[in-house]
C-alpha cells in the first residue's frame, strides 16, 4: 500500500476539514439539544449575535490551519519549546492583570517546569555545536 508523498498523514486543510465533518454531528447534536432546552438558543434571534457565532468558528479554525502549517515546517524541538509559551502567558496573565494569589506549590511547580525546560535547551544546543565542531 503505497502511503503518498506525505507518508500517510493528512495536508494541514485537508486534516481541519476531516476534523470538521467529524465533529460536526456531535456540533448539531449539541447544539439542537441546547435549542430544545428552556433558555433557548442565541442563533436566529438577532441577526448580529448569530453573524458573530458564525464568525467564531473562522476565527478558531484560521490560528488552528496556520499553526498545523507551522508545525509541519519546523523542528520538534522547537515546537515541543513552543507548547510551553501559552500556558506560562496564561500563568503570567492570571498573576499580574487578574492578580491571582500565587499559592508555593504552584510557583515551584513553575519553576521547576521551566528548569528542566532550560536543561533541555541547554542539553539541544550543545549537541547542536558539538555537531557542527
Known amino acids: 500500500m503505497n502511503a503518498g508523498p506525505t507518508g500517510g498523514r493528512s495536508g494541514s486543510l485537508p486534516g481541519l476539514t476531516i476534523e470538521s465533518a467529524i ?5 448539531i447534536a449539541i447544539a439542537g439539544w441546547y435549542a430544545a432546552g ?4 442565541a442563533f436566529g434571534q438577532d441577526a448580529w449575535m448569530s453573524a458573530l457565532i458564525v464568525f467564531s468558528g473562522v476565527v478558531t ?4 490551519l496556520l499553526f498545523a ?3 509541519r515546517r519546523m523542528d520538534y524541538s522547537t515546537l515541543g519549546f513552543i507548547q510551553y509559551l501559552s500556558p506560562t502567558i496564561v500563568f503570567f496573565l492570571g498573576l499580574f492583570v487578574f492578580h491571582q494569589p500565587l499559592a508555593p506549590a504552584k510557583l515551584a511547580s513553575f519553576v521547576l517546569i521551566w528548569v528542566a525546560v532550560a536543561i533541555f535547551v541547554w542539553d539541544l ?3 547542536r555545536k558539538a555537531a557542527s565542531a
Open 61 to 64: 479554525a484560521i490560528p488552528l
Open 38 to 41: 428552556p433558555q433557548g438558543s
Open 125 to 127: 544546543l550543545a549537541k
Open 69 to 71: 502549517i507551522a508545525a
Open 23 to 27: 465533529l460536526f454531528p456531535a456540533a
